[in-house]
């Protein structure tokens, strides 16, 4: 095939260019873009596995996020390719802006008073220890209970436009192919070769 790797990237390669893209966010995008439109399913189930990767990236639970967009795609009847697709929100570009604006809209659903102060004594030490116990009042909680509403409006807000888009890219290649017109990427390996002959 032509342009293929010699050596195909594992799954954890894909997963880091998904995350630190090599070139650019924005090509990476469009690669994305095009990815999730090509899926072989329904509007609904590639918006649906999206927006359940995109509402994941939103909780705290770094490491678990393709999990739990797997669980919320099973429900919601989502396709899994896409949940996996959706989680690559979470970035770090995104994550610091995620962090944090989870963990103030917790603060602020919690009531909880507004830290003026230093962290408190020994937070760094359960970060890096990972000490769930020590970090979940001060850090987690407030975080995974402003992550519900937040989540929810970006699910539902990046279902809306993926439907939308998937639906608009499914119609216009059934109509390409009606008009015995192969879809941009369809053509048959050997077209482009044998133009060149002809033209030759």
């Known amino acids: 095939m032509l342009f293929r790797r010699r050596q195909p990237e594992n799954f954890a390669a894909r997963v880091r260019t998904i995350l630190w ?9 469009r690669y994305l873009r095009k990815r999730v439109l090509r899926l ?9 596995g999206v927006a359940a990767g995109v509402a994941s990236s939103f909780t705290p639970f770094i490491g678990f996020h393709f999990l739990l967009a797997f669980a919320i795609a099973y429900v919601t009847a989502g396709n899994m390719a896409a ?8 970035n770090p570009l995104t994550f610091p802006l995620i962090w944090g604006i989870t963990y103030e809209t917790g603060q602020f659903m919690l009531h909880a008073p507004p830290v003026h102060e230093k962290s408190p004594e020994g937070l760094g030490t359960a970060l890096g220890h990972m000490d769930f116990i020590a970090i979940w009042d001060p850090v987690v909680k407030p975080m995974l209970v402003g992550s519900l509403p ?8 990046s279902y809306a436009l ?11 290649r059934a109509r390409q192919i009606i008009a015995g017109r192969p879809p941009r990427g369809l053509r048959a390996p050997g077209a482009a070769g044998g133009d060149a002959g002809r033209a030759g």
């Not at 893209?21 to 995008?29: A, D, E, G, K």
């Not at 072989?40 to 649906?48: G, L, Q, S, V």
């Not at 993926?162 to 216009?172: G, H």
């Open 21 to 29: 893209p090599r070139r650019s966010f924005r090509r990476s995008f």
């Open 40 to 48: 072989n399913a329904t509007p609904h189930a590639i918006a649906a």
């Open 83 to 90: 949940a996996a697709l959706g989680t690559a929100a979470g």
């Open 150 to 157: 937040l989540g929810l409006i970006a699910g539902l807000a």
């Open 162 to 172: 993926v439907f939308f888009m998937a639906r608009s890219f499914q119609r216009r």
